[in-house]
């Protein structure tokens, strides 16, 4: 038997498509499980209202909603039992009025859903022209 010593040695040699394929892996496994969150993003400065005298409207129903959410239209408590029955309110207080502006008066506390209330009422109701009440803020 004859053993002959090499003169010459390999260099070793790294094959990366492995490495690659681990590698896309983890990276789809942290696509997959990262949680976007679209509100942690936003940073909202609500605005104040600057202005001067409000316009005199003839046709105009106020709204009220305080922070328990209870409804007075036109200074006069209203029991609110459904959308349908609040939208036969305002065509009552209404009457001959053609297309009145609901003004609606909303207590910074008040639930969001009885200001949609309101709104949805005045929809069923056919009334299209609805404007907020705000408080005048600080220069």
């Known amino acids: 038997m004859r053993f002959h010593s090499r003169s010459f040695r390999e260099d070793p040699e790294i094959n990366f498509i ?11 496994f ?9 509100f942690a993003e936003l940073q ?6 600057e202005a001067g005298t409000p316009p005199e409207r003839i046709e105009q ?3 009220a909603v305080d922070v328990q959410g209870k409804y007075m239209v ?6 609110f039992n ?8 305002l065509r009552r207080v209404a009457g001959g009025m053609k297309e009145p502006v609901i003004v609606i008066s909303a207590d910074a506390n008040a639930p969001h859903q009885s200001v949609i209330n309101v709104m949805e ?9 609805i404007t ?3 408080r005048a803020g600080k220069k």
């Not at 942290?30 to 679209?38: A, D, G, I, Q």
């Not at 909202?44 to 209202?49: C, S, V």
């Not at 459904?82 to 309110?89: C, I, L, N, T, V």
């Open 18 to 28: 492995p490495l690659i394929d681990v590698l896309l892996v983890i990276l789809i």
């Open 30 to 38: 942290l696509m997959v499980t990262t949680t976007y969150s679209r």
């Open 44 to 49: 909202i400065n609500l605005p104040t209202a």
């Open 61 to 63: 129903i106020d709204v």
């Open 74 to 79: 036109n200074k006069a408590p209203v029991a």
């Open 82 to 89: 459904g959308p349908e029955a609040f939208s036969q309110e």
């Open 121 to 129: 009422a005045a929809r069923i109701a056919g009334y299209g022209k």
């Open 132 to 134: 907020f009440t705000t």
